[in-house]
């Protein structure tokens, strides 16, 4: 065999292992949508999708990728209302035919994904229950995800957000996370100047360590006593509505 093929099939066993809706795909369900799926390369700062744009594939982050949801005001002012890893998917979550993407969707922590086009898996939708349950699934939880992150912003201390934000983005891309504090500040709907306080006082008690475009976990249990009660919460309706074996069919 090819060897450029052998590698491209090691990257698809890679994604199905390695992101955690497609970690629960029965082999019939695999078979449905691995023909036509491709493995790309996310770069930082890449649009996966932008808003009133049409989606055409559905895309499966794994490794260190993670995807961010950013609404865009008129006046230029954005904010992230969900972010996107290897436990989901980006596009196509909830589909009735054509419809334009609400919020730009932008790569934050850059990785691999698997691709699948839209007309592939709504026709897998029809077939598997397993994946048409699945999505329905998600759906819930990425609601959920959306309506913690209105609560959050609105009742909770910016260090609470931020070291809920940053506990995520562990999960996601690992220990060193490469973002500016800038970047950061746009996702949290803040001044640049407030998240650099933050950072300080993270980092003065030991939790972080920051240096130019990265910001490193160092103390873990320590940023979760940080952190509000969102994150908990959100991890647990995870397990509650898509757990290991992606909720019953």
Same mark, same amino acid.
């Given at each position: 065999?090819?060897q450029a093929?052998?590698d491209?099939?090691?990257?698809?066993?890679?994604?199905?292992?390695?992101?955690?809706?497609l970690s629960?795909?029965?082999a019939?369900?695999?078979a449905?949508?691995?023909p036509?799926?491709?493995?790309?390369?996310?770069?930082?700062?890449?649009?996966?999708?932008?808003?009133?744009?049409d989606?055409?594939?559905?895309?499966?982050?794994?490794?260190? +990728?993670?995807?961010? *949801?950013?609404?865009?005001l008129p006046? %230029?002012? !954005? &904010? @992230?209302?969900?972010?996107?890893g290897?436990e /989901?998917?980006?596009?196509?979550?909830?589909?009735?035919?054509?419809?334009?993407?609400?919020?730009?969707?932008q790569?934050l922590?850059?990785g691999?994904?698997l691709?699948v086009?839209?007309k592939?898996l709504?026709?897998?939708k029809?077939?598997?229950?397993?994946?048409?349950?699945?999505?329905?699934?998600?759906?819930?939880?990425?609601?959920s995800?959306?309506m913690?992150?209105?609560?959050?912003?609105a009742f909770h201390?910016?260090?609470?957000?931020? +070291?809920?934000?940053l *506990?995520?983005?562990?999960?996601?891309? %690992?220990? !060193? &996370? @490469?973002?500016?504090?800038?970047?950061?500040? /746009?996702?949290l709907?803040v001044?640049r100047?407030t998240?650099?306080?933050v950072?300080?006082?993270?980092?003065?008690?030991?939790?972080?360590?920051?240096?130019?475009?990265?910001?490193?976990?160092t103390?873990?249990?320590?940023?979760k006593?940080?952190?509000?009660?969102?994150?908990?919460?959100?991890?647990g309706?995870?397990?509650?509505?898509?757990?290991?074996?992606?909720?019953?069919c």
């Amino acid at each position: 065999m090819n060897q450029a093929i052998t590698d491209e099939l090691d990257r698809i066993d890679e994604a199905f292992a390695g992101n955690r809706l497609l970690s629960t795909f029965p082999a019939e369900a695999r078979a449905l949508i691995e023909p036509s799926a491709r493995i790309v390369q996310l770069d930082t700062g890449d649009v996966v999708h932008a808003r009133g744009g049409d989606v055409d594939s559905t895309c499966f982050p794994f490794g260190t +990728a993670m995807v961010s *949801l950013v609404v865009e005001l008129p006046d %230029g002012r !954005s &904010i @992230e209302a969900a972010s996107i890893g290897h436990e /989901g998917a980006v596009g196509g979550i909830v589909s009735c035919g054509r419809a334009p993407a609400f919020a730009r969707a932008q790569v934050l922590v850059g990785g691999p994904a698997l691709t699948v086009p839209m007309k592939v898996l709504e026709d897998a939708k029809l077939r598997s229950g397993h994946i048409r349950n699945l999505f329905c699934r998600f759906s819930d939880y990425l609601l959920s995800t959306v309506m913690q992150s209105a609560a959050c912003n609105a009742f909770h201390p910016i260090e609470q957000r931020a +070291a809920r934000w940053l *506990l995520t983005a562990q999960d996601r891309a %690992g220990d !060193s &996370i @490469e973002l500016t504090q800038e970047a950061l500040s /746009g996702l949290l709907g803040v001044q640049r100047t407030t998240v650099n306080a933050v950072a300080r006082t993270l980092q003065d008690e030991g939790l972080i360590a920051t240096r130019r475009g990265t910001i490193h976990v160092t103390d873990r249990a320590g940023l979760k006593r940080r952190a509000c009660e969102c994150y908990e919460a959100i991890e647990g309706h995870f397990a509650d509505v898509i757990g290991p074996g992606g909720g019953s069919c």
